[in-house]
């Protein structure tokens, strides 16, 4: 029986999370989602508009009209969320999922739950949730319950009040409900946090919804205090050797103890044989520099002196960087300038599509750095770059390899719309290490990319970066996420220590587990093509996985 997989994913607005459960519905692996949206209102299929109390426009919130059953409901920080995304254990006749029996389900979780704290929650007939003294003068609701079932999948479920803004109830006719109290456990005299609180879900989900089954649970790295929010964590300049009293460089490495890593390899710790490469070059190579020098181009390959450049170059692949070499993101295992970002060159696609050309690729990577500073997030000049290329080289595939553009889900339709042959975004770590490594991103946001781009009928790629700190089982983990939600290409190498101002290595991790996790992803979790070794890098052997997957996509 494969595990039961349980993610504590942090705040998530509504939408990521509806992309990332719409897919999830799709497959065949069962997760439960607990995390926590901001402010918004959600309206089920029952849902009256009398039910709001204020024009849309006034609420203060977002408003969402969705396929859950029930009535019009609030959604917002200090309520844990939970959405269990799996195939319904009960049946009823015709093989169909039983929904009176699910939502029951559900709501012992929540009554379990209240009961370790000494509260009694109780069910009242015809009106899902779960309710504090009930028939009586003081009932009130604690938590709500609405889900949506098809043949046997489940999705969306509860809402719990931890410690939530009330106020916000009171612009709705919760549930549509007249006259019915809500409640929190802050209210009901509890001082939890949110993690209290997950950690006593999680336990009787688990076992009232995955008996017997092998739980595999991660977090996102739970925020410490309100103040360790600045994305930018890592120092300037070139780096230098580490000096603790160095600030910024101890606010990096401080993230990741407080994500439970401590350690590191010393700057100046001997690789490993398997890391080490003979860097070759040859007449094609030179050629191929001198002429992307000519085109005024920047090639991660030269830019970030990736071992593979050789073989890449050779196999026809070729990987460009577009907006500039300057991002609005810090994150601790990249290279790149953090410095203002320069001002878009409307000129690059053209010459991009030109280099292609005359470079003969069969297979272009189109890489970007963040551009939080734009509008689409620089969507529009990675598109028109497709189009270029296809318009100027018809037969040559183009993978762009993107940041999270914000979440904006209208930025990757633009994005989508050019058709590149492959969509990649980088999940780049485990979630436990999400917020060391990449502040400005989140685990929930780079799935919901990947779901988006599915759902626009691409074929999706991302990569994982071992040895920052992450086990072995958080990365198969992360693999059965990536697998759940139909990414089809993924890449997983050993992550390499730039400059003294980034993450130290963790640990060097073998070929061997570079080999067994390409086996558990191909053979046990179905991803059509996993690409693993120290050496792997996102863009290596592009060209040939892309081919071996769209090929099997046709047939
Ligand atoms: S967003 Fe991308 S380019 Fe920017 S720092 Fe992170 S990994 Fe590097």
Redesign the pocket.
């Known amino acids: 029986m494969t595990p039961f997989r349980v993610r504590w994913l942090g705040r998530v607005p509504y939408d990521e999370a509806w992309d990332l459960q719409q897919q999830l519905f799709l497959g065949s692996a069962d997760h439960l989602l607990l995390l926590e949206h901001p402010a918004v209102y959600t309206m089920g299929v029952r849902a009256r508009e009398e039910h709001l109390l204020k024009p849309s426009s006034e609420l203060g919130a977002d408003l969402r009209r969705v396929n859950r059953g029930g009535d019009v409901t609030f959604h917002g920080p200090g309520q844990l969320v939970g959405y269990p995304v799996m195939t319904v254990p009960g049946r009823r006749g015709g093989g169909m999922a039983d929904t009176v029996a699910f939502v029951s389900t559900i709501e012992q979780i929540l009554i379990d739950t209240l009961a370790d704290l000494g509260l009694v929650g109780e069910r009242m007939a015809g009106m899902p949730g779960v309710w504090l003294d009930p028939g009586t003068p003081t009932e009130r609701k604690i938590a709500a319950v609405g889900v949506r079932l098809g043949r046997t999948r489940s999705m969306h479920g509860f809402a719990l009040n931890v410690d939530v803004d009330q106020r916000w109830f009171d612009q709705i006719i919760p549930c549509g409900l007249v006259g019915k109290a809500v409640t929190s456990l802050a209210a009901e005299g509890f001082d939890l946090s949110m993690q209290q609180v997950v950690d006593l879900v999680a336990e009787h989900a688990a076992r009232l919804l995955a008996p017997g089954r092998m739980i595999e649970r991660q977090d996102v790295a739970w925020r410490q205090s309100p103040t360790d929010l600045s994305p930018f964590s890592r120092g300037e300049g070139a780096g230098e050797v580490i000096k603790p009293e160095r600030g910024t460089r101890v606010r990096l490495e401080s993230r990741r103890s407080a994500a439970g890593v401590s350690g590191g390899l010393d700057a100046g710790a001997r690789k490993p044989d398997w890391m080490r490469v003979k860097l070759e070059t040859g007449p094609e190579l030179l050629r191929l520099k001198k002429l992307s020098r000519s085109l005024q181009l920047t090639t991660v390959c030269e830019e970030a002196g990736c071992p593979n450049i050789f073989e890449c170059w050779n196999e026809g692949t070729a990987t460009f960087m577009l907006l500039g070499n300057r991002?609005?993101?810090?994150?601790g295992?990249?290279?790149?300038d953090?410095r203002k970002p320069s001002t878009v060159d409307h000129g690059e696609p053209e010459r991009i599509a030109e280099a292609v050309a005359t470079m003969g690729l069969s297979f272009a990577v189109l890489?970007?750095?963040?551009r939080d500073d734009l509008e689409d997030g620089g969507a529009g000049i990675v598109a028109r770059t497709v189009e270029a290329i296809h318009d100027r080289s018809p037969g040559v595939g183009v993978e762009v390899l993107i940041?999270d553009l914000k979440g904006s889900a209208d930025a990757l339709q633009i994005v989508g719309n050019a058709r590149p042959e492959i969509l990649n975004h980088?999940i780049?770590t485990v979630a436990r290490l999400q917020r060391a490594v990449?502040p400005?991103?989140g685990y929930a946001r780079s799935l919901g990319v990947l779901c988006r781009a599915k759902q626009a009928g691409l074929t999706t790629k991302s990569g994982l970066i071992v040895g920052m700190g992450e086990t072995f089982d958080e990365v198969v983990g992360a693999l059965a996420d990536l697998a759940a939600i139909g990414v089809d290409i993924v890449t997983i190498g050993q992550y390499l220590r730039p400059t003294t101002n980034h993450l130290a290595v963790h640990r060097w991790w073998s070929p061997d587990e570079f080999e067994q996790l390409k086996h558990i992803g191909e053979h046990e979790l179905g991803i059509a093509h996993v690409e693993s070794s120290p050496l792997t890098r996102s863009s290596h052997h592009a060209g040939s996985a892309a081919a071996g997957v769209l090929s099997n996509r046709v047939h």
């Open positions: 991002c609005t993101r810090a994150c295992f990249c290279l790149i953090t890489t970007m750095v963040a940041s980088n780049e990449r400005s991103a």
